[in-house]
């Protein structure tokens, strides 16, 4: 199990910048990866940006180019800078990790457990 830990947020102008910052907790051993999404109201929960253990990082297309994000895979922390805010950039955000978990004795199939873990979220309010 996987607790995260996130700060930042707040009520910005379009055009500042912001910064979020996120700590994984527990069982970081099984992060398979580690980043950001975000959920506007009436809209639908949507990658903002994802650090994978094994491959590149991922981003959003509405915010590729202006946002980025950072690890600190030794204190599994996570941070996302958030640049050229715009008030369609407005959500809450979540911090967020996947982890993997094989289980299985020598003979017995081994079992994959997938889970996702969630932040509580911060709000981010980008005014005109």
């Known amino acids: 199990q996987v607790q995260l830990v996130q700060s930042g947020g707040g009520l910005v102008q379009a055009g500042e910048s912001l910064r979020l910052s996120c700590a994984a907790t527990?069982?970081?051993?099984?992060?398979?990866?580690i980043g950001w999404y975000r959920q506007a109201p009436g809209k639908q929960r949507e990658l903002v940006a994802s650090i994978p253990n094994d491959g590149p990082t991922k981003y959003g297309e509405a915010v590729k180019g202006r946002f980025t994000v950072s690890e600190d895979y030794r204190k599994h922390t996570t941070d996302l800078q958030l640049n050229a805010l715009k008030p369609e950039d407005t959500a809450v955000y979540y911090c967020h990790v996947h982890t993997i978990v094989i289980k299985g004795i020598t003979f017995d199939k081994p079992t994959v457990v997938e889970e996702d873990y969630w932040g509580k979220g911060t709000l981010v309010t980008v005014s005109s």
């Open positions: 527990g069982d970081t051993a099984s992060i398979d990866s």
